[in-house]
């Protein structure tokens, strides 16, 4: 057994992992930190909280399963610097934590929009690393 298809698909398979850890560093604990006024009880926040994540999550991993809306392989850095960016959802949803920023609508698009670039990258990331390996391998 020959580490060489690990080797050649570790970029593809790093920028899975990084797309794990920026998320696990915001999702779920410091979105259900916060609060939404017209929920009373918290465990209804929560269960919504998740409910939007789920949505956005599959959302992105439908589009990033779609061909031709996919980042081409040969764009890998694109793809690295996409996922990076997503450093920023995580001090904008910590902001938004010490705040105690109220506004549904920026909290709510903030988990979309951030639950949405992990389904897009993780899809995209692991389509593309098996084409990085020959198919002899």
């Known amino acids: ?3 060489e298809p690990l080797r050649k698909a570790f970029a593809m398979l790093f920028g899975v992992f990084l797309s794990m850890m920026i998320t696990f560093i915001v999702f779920p604990g410091v979105t259900c930190a916060t609060s939404i006024r017209f929920f009373s009880d918290p465990a209804w926040f929560d269960l919504f909280m998740v409910f939007v994540f789920n949505l ?3 959302i992105g991993r439908y589009v990033g399963g779609v061909p031709k809306l996919q980042i081409a ?4 850095l694109i793809m690295y610097v996409l996922g990076f960016s997503r450093l920023i959802f995580v001090g904008f949803s910590i902001w938004i934590m010490l705040r105690g920023l109220e506004s549904p609508a920026i909290l709510i698009t903030n988990l979309l929009l ?3 670039t992990n389904g897009y990258l993780q899809s995209v990331f692991c389509c593309h690393a098996p ?3 020959d198919e002899n391998e």
Do not use: H, I, L
Not at 73 to 76: L, T
């Open 73 to 76: 392989k040969e764009n890998s």
């Open 114 to 116: 951030f639950a949405f």
């Open 56 to 58: 956005g999550d599959t």
């Open 131 to 133: 084409a990085m390996v």
């Open 1 to 3: 057994v020959s580490a």
